[in-house]
């Protein structure tokens, strides 16, 4: 799946972060995580395959977008020091701007089948259930 996001009320999209299996089969690009991250390269697209091992667990499922995460790069662990970040936030355009959104959409691209193997025409028989999305946002 990708969670994209729109600058321009749903007109057009970006990749904020990617989330597979098997990140480099299916977007041609390796797993990172965000503590792989440093200051010059937060703002980066990332695929992660950490929410993406799923199949038949009956546990809570939550996907996240790591911004604290990338927020601790500048602020530290913990977010203590929160005026680092700001003062980021305002000198470097980029990384404003990537944090900045009208719409987000999650786009589940198909089926997180754990490598099974399904015929094409019974695609259509698996449902995803989304019960709660969370965006701490303003």
Not at 66 to 84: C, H, K, P, T, Y
């Amino acid at each position: 799946m990708v969670l994209e996001k729109s600058l321009n009320h749903g007109r057009t999209w970006q990749p904020y972060q990617y989330y597979a299996d098997d990140c480099m089969e299916a977007f041609n690009m390796p797993a990172k995580r965000v503590q792989d991250l440093a200051a010059v390269n937060a703002t980066r697209v990332i695929c992660t395959e950490r929410y993406s091992r799923w199949v038949g667990s009956k546990n809570e499922k939550n996907v996240r977008f790591e911004v604290r995460d990338r927020f601790a790069i500048f602020a530290g662990a913990g977010l203590r020091n929160m005026d680092s970040l700001y003062t980021r936030m305002e000198s470097m355009k980029g990384l404003r701007d990537f944090f900045t959104f009208t719409d987000l959409r999650l786009r589940l691209l198909r089926p997180a089948l754990g490598g099974t193997y399904v015929q094409r025409e019974n695609l259509l028989k698996y449902f995803y259930a989304i019960s709660n999305i969370e965006v701490p946002a303003r």
